[in-house]
């Protein structure tokens, strides 16, 4: 096995391993813990679990008002979550492909929730007194975002070894 199929594979298992977790604590909470909406459960001083539900996508932007923008979001969800799939099994350096997957795996615990609810379940609350530096979020929330800034720093932080070189030296016929 090629070092790229290897990395490859753990970038899956890594999608894999974050739908799995965000989708087990969802149901925790759901039928576990049998919340209901609104309903807050402190776990630390700075941190509750608060169920919401969140019918947008992005800081709940997109907000999907009827039942045809809901599968409107699902296929562009869908999408997006394909190109990611794309884009990651292209890679082949792992700190990409571990960025990607973490988006990959978060993309996908959301679009399951909205096919499955009409609406991602979110209940991640950190707070500082009254202050709340994010809306309530959960772990597929959390992973997309963390994976989004492992690409953009990548993406700015890093070269190619053939970066290097001048624009006219680079160029052969």
């Given at each position: ?12 298992a890594i999608?894999?391993?974050i739908f799995?977790?965000?989708q087990?604590?969802?149901?925790y909470?759901?039928?576990g ?5 609104g ?6 001083p ?7 539900h969140?019918?947008?996508?992005s800081l ?7 039942e ?6 699902v296929?562009?969800?869908?999408l997006i979550?394909a190109?990611v799939?794309?884009?990651?099994l292209?890679?082949r350096?792992l700190a ?6 973490m988006?990959?795996?978060?993309a ?5 929730d909205?096919?499955d609810?009409g609406y ?9 007194g ?8 959960n ?11 492992i ?6 932080l890093?070269r ?8 006219s ?5």
């Amino acid at each position: 096995m090629t070092p790229a199929m290897r990395n490859r594979l753990i970038g899956l298992a890594i999608a894999l391993a974050i739908f799995a977790v965000d989708q087990a604590l969802k149901g925790y909470v759901l039928y576990g813990l049998a919340m209901e909406l609104g309903q807050s459960i402190t776990y630390l001083p700075i941190f509750n679990f608060t169920l919401t539900h969140n019918y947008g996508v992005s800081l709940g932007m997109f907000t999907a008002q009827s039942e045809e923008m809901r599968w409107i979001l699902v296929g562009v969800t869908g999408l997006i979550a394909a190109g990611v799939t794309v884009w990651m099994l292209r890679e082949r350096k792992l700190a990409d492909i571990i960025g990607l997957a973490m988006i990959l795996g978060g993309a996908l615990g959301n679009i399951k929730d909205r096919y499955d609810y009409g609406y991602v379940v979110d209940f991640l609350d950190l707070h500082f007194g009254e202050w709340r530096p994010f809306l309530i979020f959960n772990i597929a929330d959390a992973a997309i975002t963390i994976g989004v800034v492992i690409i953009l720093a990548r993406s700015l932080l890093t070269r190619d070894k053939g970066d290097h070189e001048p624009a006219s030296e680079a160029v052969e016929s």
